[in-house]
């Protein structure tokens, strides 16, 4: 079994930083692209930003130039860097990985539980 397990999320004012962590554990051979989804109140889950393994990164265009994807692939883990927040960054964050848990296993999308940022004006 694998597991993505969050935490970073709280309350902060706008133009306040947060830093959300993710760490994959469980059966894990490969990890491929990792990212952060957020699903705001009432609409769809939308993707953040997104990081390969290689280190390549993707972001929402509402979030570049303030928000920072990273890795570390000893620890199996992806972070989300966010600074210069605003109310509409107000979501459930939602962690995502792309996992092989065996060699030779096609790789599998695995989701977090969420952790709830709210940005307050």
């Known amino acids: 079994q694998v597991q993505l397990v969050e935490s970073g999320g709280g309350l902060v004012q706008a133009g306040g930083s947060l830093r959300l962590s993710c760490a994959a554990s469980g059966s894990i051979f490969s990890i491929n692209a990792m990212g952060w989804y957020r699903q705001p109140p009432g609409k769809q889950r939308e993707l953040v930003a997104a990081i390969t393994s290689g280190g390549s990164t993707n972001y929402a265009t509402s979030v570049k130039g303030r928000f920072t994807i990273s890795r570390d692939g000893a620890k199996n883990a992806v972070y989300l860097q966010m600074n210069s927040l605003k109310p509409e960054d107000t979501a459930v964050y939602y962690c995502?990985?792309?996992?092989?848990?065996?060699?030779?296993?096609?790789?599998?999308?695995?989701w977090g539980q969420g952790t709830q940022v709210t940005v307050s004006s």
């Open positions: 995502n990985a792309n996992i092989s848990p065996r060699p030779a296993i096609y790789p599998t999308n695995y």
